[in-house]
């Protein structure tokens, strides 16, 4: 979910985002909703909004557009609901950002993956049951469960996961402390996306429920 941030935000409101900057995003979010991998639904995670991503801008290599805080609701997302981040630090837990929506509470750990690598592109973070309760079986990289999300604990664990070369790898890593809370990043929104689809269709054919 993506109830509450927990950085230090510096937030100022004003229009930054235009529609060009946020088509893709949006086709591909529209997808992540249908899936259920991304939404709101008052019976899971106290009725909060889950899931979003993000692209790097091209112009700015340094910052990103990512989804608005509390979003999930939304079947389409217009380019008044994404927020620019112009500043990330993990380790100072804080986020200077921009736009007519604060970005969501996943800011940092998507920054995060953009200092570590810079042939990242895009982030993805949903919510799956079916990835979360296989993950074992899946083979992904786990964050330990004492780092919750939006936290510098998180942004350590996703370092150590680099690090030991396993999220590069999969491209995908499961939040052990942040129920069914599952990442994947890719040198495209499609990329991130499109394997956050295949490593669900392996969760389906092991038999993940729901």
Known sequence: MEGVIKFNLHYTQQPCVTPEMTAELSGWRYIMHKLQLIGQDQARYMG??????????????????????????????PHTEYSKVTACDPFDNSITATGMTKPSSEALTHGQLYQIDSAIQSV???????????????????????????????????????????????????????????????????????????????????????
């Not at 899931?51 to 389409?76: A, V």
Request: charged share 20%; glycine share 12%; with cysteine.
């Open 48 to 77: 909060y909004g889950f899931g979003n991503l993000s692209k790097r801008c091209d112009d700015e290599p340094q910052s990103f557009i990512i989804t608005g805080t509390q979003t999930g609701s939304s079947l389409f997302l």
């Open 124 to 210: 993805l973070h949903v919510h799956s049951p079916r990835i979360w309760n296989y993950r074992e079986q899946l083979g992904l990289p786990v964050t330990r469960e004492g780092a919750a999300y939006g936290t510098v604990e998180m942004a350590l664990e996703v370092a150590r996961i680099f690090r030991e070369s396993s999220g590069q790898s999969a491209k995908c890593f499961v939040m052990g402390g942040h129920e069914d809370g599952v990442v994947s990043f890719g040198v495209s929104i499609q990329e991130a996306c499109e394997t956050m689809i295949a490593v669900l269709a392996q969760a389906v054919a092991l038999g993940g429920g729901k």
